[in-house]
């Protein structure tokens, strides 16, 4: 059972939410249920999902805006968001990666399939995740002006602390647990994001970019035709 996980869902159509709420409770989630991006932002500070399973197309406030509210939210646990969507890959993988999100789930959804990339997610994000386990043990890393904590998720760049989404904080953690290092982009997708999961070409690109405008200095340096490193 996994009465222990709470799964906010996110959708403006009533019969989309009842047939994954059916789906999820019948697998032992927890769950809560909103139909519009305010209401997901006040349930979601209630009830503190470990999940959020968010629709991108909602009146008023679109899945995009909701995602970008949710992740600056200081009384979330950064929850692992993944965006319900049946728009194209290269709408909902770059605009969703970039408001903060984690994965994406692309209707119409089968029941077995959708409770199974529901495990992987929470079995990839769990705290006892290789993934989410730096190869330091956990230990602070300093480096100039900039510090990674990975045990409380954050980032402090000058003196500001900023907390990250999960992938972005994982890349990061990555890169600068050896710094100096090449990672190459097939090394990167196997240990941030899963040897059996398919992203875009661009996913890292735009974590990269991401990252690069929030600590600005030169840290993380492109190796042309191989991946990233970070310079020390």
């Known amino acids: 059972m996994n009465v222990s996980k709470k799964i906010l869902l996110v959708d403006d159509e009533k019969d989309t939410l009842e047939f994954l709420s059916y789906n999820l409770e019948k697998e032992g989630y927890q769950v809560k249920t909103a139909n519009n991006g305010k209401l997901a932002i006040s349930k979601a500070q209630e009830f503190k999902p ?12 679109d899945g995009i805006e909701t995602c970008q509210e949710l992740r600056k939210n200081p009384e979330l646990n950064n929850p692992i968001i993944a965006f319900l969507t049946a728009r194209g890959e290269d709408y909902s993988q770059i605009a969703g ?6 994965d994406y789930i692309t209707k119409p959804v089968k029941p077995k399939v959708f409770i199974k990339k529901i495990g992987a997610l929470l079995k ?18 300093k480096i100039r002006d900039l ?3 990975p045990e409380r998720y954050i980032i402090i760049y000058k003196g500001k602390e900023i907390q990250l989404p ?16 090449v990672f190459t982009r097939d090394e990167i997708y196997s240990k941030v994001w899963g040897e059996n999961i398919i992203v875009g070409e661009r ?12 600590i600005q200095d030169n840290y993380i340096k492109t190796v042309k035709g191989v991946g990233y490193k970070f310079s020390g």
């Open 203 to 214: 996913t890292i690109d735009v974590h990269i970019r991401k990252l690069r405008e929030k």
């Open 50 to 61: 470990d999940l959020i399973i968010l629709d991108v197309m909602m009146p008023e406030i």
């Open 124 to 141: 990839r994000y769990n705290s006892k995740s290789p993934e989410n386990k730096p190869e330091d043990n956990h230990k602070v890393i």
């Open 97 to 102: 990666f970039e408001a903060g999100a984690d």
């Open 166 to 181: 999960r992938k972005e904080f994982s890349l990061l953690n990555l890169l600068i647990s050896k710094p100096g290092k």
């Open 147 to 149: 510090e990674v904590n």
